[in-house]
């Protein structure tokens, strides 16, 4: 495995990646789809459960691995963390063929506020705000997937407010532009979603706002409920600190759903 780490955005974030080993024999299958994760933490701070445990989940399937160490707190504001995401994934395209990444394959996870901000990039990947600071040539920034997990959405009735507290910055525009399930358009990335019905943090109808709002435009969706778990579940497993038998079924969910739209064996 190579790992490697570059800055984007224009906070200078870091990105590290982890790259499958390159085989003799392997062929065109030393080209490898990518999965890039964003943990959640509020927009407050990032969390150590959704990130490393997660990356390793998807080595294992012969993914290469990115982990974006978005900006938070007031460096949130301005819509950095989006910049910075539409930027981590304009450079792995543009080094594709150094780190043996698939363009055509990348998809991003998230967790919680990290989810809003997988979600944002699904839906916002070519408003004019990021066009305005950012070179984006052919979508070199849209996900080709999107995986959410007990995901921030709105900035409504049913909103996670310090999230939309500090991405937004106390800017009332930005709060509107993050309220998601009013942003989804035909261009949006294909999606997985998952959430606990008992989510006392973010409540299901973050996910159940999304997803109504895909099925009404006909963008490609798959939405899992489950019926009780708390928030912040990560990979549901003693190693994460919050072992739940029944939400685990999520991971193999998500992994056979992305590895079908990629067309990924392993």
Partial sequence: MRIIQIAVGPNQVPLTGYLQDITNDGGIRNIRPTVVICPGGAYRLLSERERDPVALHFLNMSYNVFILDYSVQEQAKELNPLLEASDALIKIREHALTWMC??????????????????SLALLH???LLKQRLTIVDENNRPDAAI????????GAFSHTESLDWVSGGDTQLRSLFSLENQVKPSTSPMFIWHTVTDATVPVENSLLLAASLRKIGVP??????????HGLSLCTEE??????LCRQWVDLASHWLNARFNHTL
């Fill in 126 to 128: 070519d408003h004019p």
């Fill in 148 to 155: 959410l997990c007990y995901p921030v959405i709105t900035s």
């Fill in 240 to 245: 994460v600190g919050t072992p739940h038998p």
């Fill in 102 to 119: 698939d363009p055509t394959r990348i998809a991003i996870i998230g967790f919680s506020a990290g989810g809003h901000l997988a979600a």
């Fill in 221 to 230: 969706f798959e939405l899992h409920l489950f019926e009780s778990g708390d």
